[in-house]
């Protein structure tokens, strides 16, 4: 995800004694996100610090629920805003990938009927032998299903881009043939115990394609020590909200922005979408 959206955002970042700060901006607005590393505290610091020296506002921004509350007890004159469009959807691994209980039967009746349908159908892991099928149904995916939104477009020159580096990235990719052809595939990297699952895309030509690629993606990872499926953000979409939240997802994984001074907020930031250079 970093990888792909790094010039949208305009991410740039710093290592401070191996703890790693990330700065985001766009559209003049600015943000940092959670620093990750050994020594949190001495990068928290470090930003202050940067922030007063440079005369900025200093906010944090798609800041997960328990460092949020690490920070909001840092700034006491803090205002916080819920950032519901960046919150991550989360799925128990198991029970997705057997489409358990009442609440999947609907899935379960899509991929049956598809089954039916196409019986010649297979997924295979993506490697250089199909690499090119893949790229070639893209092609053919963005001239039938393109959309024209700044964040579609850029989602699209990034799944080129990360079609051209899965083995750099450590991304497990699955593509969806139905006779012999691609019909969709899926990205995605494992991170501790998570299958994050970065893109999908399928021809919806094909009745209940998403459903079996969703089904079939999630199979690969059986033996891989997997205990959940993040399934990330909807940005606001109405269609992808309702389709993350028809699979059932164990929990939203909940994001906040926190402006540090009450009085440096800015309306512009409730969308928060960025990140800068650090000198």
Known sequence: ??????????????????????????????????????????????????????????????????????????????QLMFDRNWCDYLYDYESFRLHQGKKYNKKRNQVKNFEKNYPNHHLELITEKNLDQVKEFYNQFM???????????????????????????????????????????SLGEIVNDTLIHHIEKANTNFPGVYQKLVYEYLQLFEDKGISFVNREEDDGDVGLRRSKFSYRPYKLLNKYTIFTKKQDVNINLVSLKKLPKID
Not at 37 to 49: D, L, M, P, S, T
Not at 154 to 177: P, R
Request: charged share 25%; proline share 3%.
């Open 1 to 78: 995800t970093r990888f792909m959206w790094r010039d949208f955002f305009n991410q740039e970042y710093i290592i401070i004694d191996e703890t790693i700060i990330f700065k985001i901006r766009r559209n003049g607005d600015t943000w940092f996100e959670y620093p990750l590393g050994k020594n949190v505290e001495q990068a928290i610091k470090y930003i202050e610090n940067y922030c007063e020296k440079n005369c900025q506002k200093l906010v944090y921004g798609t800041i997960p629920y328990d460092y949020m509350l690490e920070l909001t007890k840092r700034y006491p004159d803090h």
């Open 143 to 185: 001239e039938e299903f393109s959309e024209t939104s700044p964040i579609a477009i850029e989602e699209a020159k990034q799944v080129y881009c990360s079609l051209n580096h899965l083995s750099d990235f450590n991304v497990i990719g699955g593509a969806l043939f139905v006779d012999n052809k691609v019909v969709g595939f």
